[in-house]
């Protein structure tokens, strides 16, 4: 794993931990020499997570549609800068150029991007790791709704577990590096 792609919020949250975590996982991924995939904003926990990993010196990948080039104020100081057409031209390419990925707090967007990784997983289309960094259990609602979306036979424990959780970066990147996938033809098929 050399590029981890990193899905966080445009906002930065009401808890100043929120902030403080993210600097704590740029720094556990410079320590690394990990690079930075991410959706190029300058604003919230994106540009506070891409200002550590820049400050740390590792390579900053952005990738922003048009249309928000504007909207989350694209980082200008990135070391690569990549515009696309689409939001689908965004979330693929940071799909592609990711080793794994970590959902870090954030909106909509996060979630969107969350589940399409589970999604492209579970079918096969890439097999990389990926993570929830639960700071301050922000994602425990959602875990809970995970498991009882498995408990009423509507998603597969395989796929669960496959799923990273932590609220320590060093774990998260540990497990991150350890990561197996699992095949889907080992699936139990439910009928």
């Not at 981890?4 to 410079?30: D, H, I, W």
């Not at 990993?53 to 990135?78: D, F, S, T």
């Not at 909106?107 to 301050?136: H, R, S, W």
């Not at 709704?145 to 669960?160: D, M, N, R, Y």
């Amino acid at each position: 794993m050399k590029k981890v792609t990193v899905y966080c919020g445009s906002n930065r949250g009401l808890n100043p931990s929120y902030e403080q975590e993210a600097k704590k996982l740029a720094f556990e991924m410079v320590q690394r020499e990990l690079d930075l995939v991410y959706g190029a904003g300058n604003v919230g926990l994106m540009g506070v997570i891409a200002d550590a990993m820049l400050a740390g010196g590792r390579h900053v990948h952005g990738i922003i549609p048009q249309k928000l080039v504007a909207i989350e104020v694209a980082h200008k100081g990135c070391t690569e800068l990549t515009v696309v057409e689409t939001m689908r031209d965004r979330k693929w390419l940071m799909a592609e150029k990711g080793d794994g990925f970590i959902a870090m707090p954030g909106g909509i967007g996060t979630f969107e991007e969350l589940f399409e990784i589970m999604t492209l997983n579970q079918l096969g289309y890439i097999q990389k790791p990926l993570a929830l960094y639960n700071v301050n259990g922000y994602y425990d609602g959602l875990l809970a709704f995970l498991k009882h979306s498995s408990e009423e036979g509507f998603l597969h424990q395989a796929q669960l577990n496959l799923l990273i959780v932590s609220d320590d970066p060093k774990d998260l990147l540990n497990q991150m590096q350890g990561f197996q996938p699992i095949h889907m033809d080992k699936w139990e098929v439910r009928r």
